[in-house]
C-alpha cells in the first residue's frame, strides 16, 4: 500500500510561481517513477511531468519550459515546481505513483490532489 499526500497548491497571479510537494509512504519509494497529472473542471485528466527512479524526466509540451518535476529520495518527496503560470494552468494537481510492484502485479497510486488556482 502507497499513501500519497500533496500540498503546495493555492491562488496565485498569471506569472507567478508555485512548488507542489507530493509525500509519499513506503518503502518502494526510491524504485518508482512518480508523476504529475493535473484536471480541469469538464476536462480529462492529463499528463504534466513524470520522473523515473534514475530522474530522468519527461514533460507535456504545454509545461516545458516552466515546470520542474524533481525528487528527494531521502525524504520520500516529489515536487513540481511551476514557473510562470497561466490562467490555463489552473487545476486540480495529482500526484501519482506509477507501476508499483505488488504482490497482484503493478499497480498505480493516487493521492488527493491539490488546487491550483491562476488568476488573470
Known amino acids: 500500500q502507497v499513501q500519497l499526500v500533496e500540498s503546495g497548491g493555492g491562488l496565485v497571479q498569471a506569472g507567478g510561481s508555485l512548488r507542489l510537494s507530493c509525500a509519499a509512504s513506503g518503502s518502494i519509494f526510491s524504485s518508482t517513477a512518480m508523476g504529475w497529472y493535473r484536471q480541469a473542471p469538464g476536462k480529462q485528466r492529463e499528463l504534466v511531468a513524470t520522473i523515473t527512479s534514475g530522474g530522468s524526466t519527461y514533460y507535456a509540451d504545454a509545461v516545458k519550459g516552466r515546470f520542474t518535476i524533481s525528487r528527494d529520495n531521502a525524504k520520500n518527496l516529489v515536487y513540481l515546481q511551476m514557473n510562470s503560470l497561466k490562467s490555463a494552468d489552473t487545476a486540480v494537481y495529482y500526484c501519482?505513483?506509477?507501476?508499483?510492484?505488488?504482490?497482484?502485479?503493478?499497480?498505480?497510486?493516487w493521492g488527493q490532489g491539490t488546487q491550483v488556482t491562476v488568476s488573470s
Open positions: 501519482k505513483a506509477i507501476g508499483v510492484v505488488t504482490i497482484v502485479g503493478r499497480l498505480d497510486y
